[in-house]
Structures are given as structure tokens and as C-alpha cells.
């Protein structure tokens, strides 16, 4: 499958589309229409995938690669956050440990509701 912003070859999916979003917050952002996308270290959807969250459908639009050196504040907002200091700080908070590799690639993934 080629993603929909870079025409690059998506890998196989390494996770599936449940575990896009599970940080109970991070569902509520979602449902409320503040946050239209996730990055993750893997594909877990399919362009066109639909994700169910507390009874609401979003479709999964666009995925591509990012280099979380290359993410910005709009970037950051996508997420659910003021700011990219205060998304860094949440991820650095979820995973004890890691450092921000700004040469890290991950995977994007944005989604709107589906209209009911």
C-alpha cells in the first residue's frame, strides 16, 4: 500500500488498528475532536481502516514517515497538545527511560469521525 502524502511503500502492518489509541486521555482527545492523529513506531492501520472508540468511527486517512526531529507545534496540536515541548514531555513521561531521538522515524497516522 503507498501512503497517501509521500508515495512511499508502506511496510506491513506491525500492530493492529485497536492499539492505535489507548491511553484512556488520549481516547477522550479523540472522541472530543482534539486529536487527529498518532505517531507510533509501526503501521497499525491500513489507509481506509476504521477505529472505534467509546461507540464514535474514525477512518484513518493518511498514514507516512516522520522523523520526530522534523515534528512541529501543528504537528503537535494534531496530538492533542499545546505545543511539541509538551507532547515530547508526555511521550518522554509514558516511556520511562527513552530518550527524544530527533533522527527516530515514525509512522503517522491521521483519521477523521465518520459521519453517522
Same mark, same amino acid.
Given at each position: 500500500?503507498?501512503?497517501?502524502? $509521500?508515495?512511499?511503500?508502506?511496510?506491513?502492518? *506491525?500492530?493492529?488498528?485497536?492499539?492505535?489509541?489507548? =491511553?484512556?486521555?488520549?481516547?477522550?482527545? #479523540? #472522541?472530543?475532536?482534539?486529536?487527529?492523529?498518532?505517531?507510533?513506531?509501526? =503501521?497499525?492501520?491500513?489507509?481506509?481502516?476504521?477505529?472505534?472508540?467509546?461507540?464514535?468511527?474514525?477512518? #484513518?486517512?493518511?498514514?507516512? *514517515?516522520? @522523523?520526530?526531529?522534523?515534528?512541529?507545534?501543528?504537528?503537535?496540536?494534531?496530538?492533542? @497538545?499545546?505545543?511539541?515541548?509538551? @507532547? $515530547?514531555? *508526555? =511521550?518522554?513521561? =509514558?516511556?520511562?527511560?527513552?530518550?527524544?531521538?530527533?533522527?527516530?522515524? #515514525?509512522?503517522?497516522?491521521? @483519521?477523521?469521525?465518520?459521519?453517522?
Amino acid at each position: 500500500m503507498l501512503s497517501e502524502n $509521500k508515495n512511499e511503500t508502506l511496510p506491513e502492518k *506491525s500492530c493492529t488498528i485497536e492499539k492505535l489509541v489507548t =491511553i484512556p486521555e488520549d481516547v477522550a482527545k #479523540v #472522541v472530543n475532536g482534539e486529536k487527529t492523529a498518532t505517531r507510533r513506531n509501526g =503501521i497499525y492501520a491500513d489507509i481506509g481502516e476504521v477505529m472505534e472508540l467509546e461507540g464514535h468511527q474514525f477512518k #484513518v486517512e493518511r498514514i507516512y *514517515s516522520q @522523523y520526530l526531529g522534523d515534528m512541529s507545534d501543528e504537528d503537535a496540536r494534531q496530538e492533542g @497538545y499545546t505545543d511539541l515541548e509538551a @507532547y $515530547k514531555q *508526555s =511521550i518522554l513521561d =509514558i516511556h520511562p527511560g527513552m530518550k527524544w531521538a530527533p533522527k527516530m522515524k #515514525v509512522w503517522v497516522h491521521e @483519521y477523521a469521525p465518520l459521519e453517522k
